[in-house]
């Protein structure tokens, strides 16, 4: 089990498209377990792949309260929205310190294989939906502040390359 480095936006890297993952086998459990640990150690609901530097098309969540019930999705898609949408505030890992208003499909259904291979069927709505959609927003090189107005993204931007500077410092 290793803690992976997550990358900070503006990087680039976030932007690069991921490709669905070819076979679950061990390298891709031990990315599951790593990925899993990372999130729960920044105190996350959700981690793509992408976040963690690794091009493939996967996700771990988990929005329960005891932090206890880990959500594992490879190669998902979207199978089902709600008509209604609904703008929820949101953050992410990789934009630490920044939350705003993204508007999300009420509800969603996944269809994607767990983390042992087999394939399942996901009905979410709630944070749970809000937290799929935006993860998988992740995997094709969306930060949710793309979302945002581009006074708001630049100002961010900014900030954050501001405080990247200020670390390395
Ligand atoms: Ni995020």
Redesign the pocket.
Known sequence: MALLPILCYPDPKLHKVAKPVAQVDARIKNLVTDMLETMYDAKGI?LAAT?VDVHERLIVIDVSEERNVPLVLINPELTWTSAEKHINEEG???VPGIYDGVERFDAVHVTALDGSGKSRVIEADGMLAVCIQ??MD?LMGKV?VEYLSPLKRNRIKTKMLKAQREERA
């Open positions: 959700g976040q992410c890992l990789s935006h993860e992740h949710f």
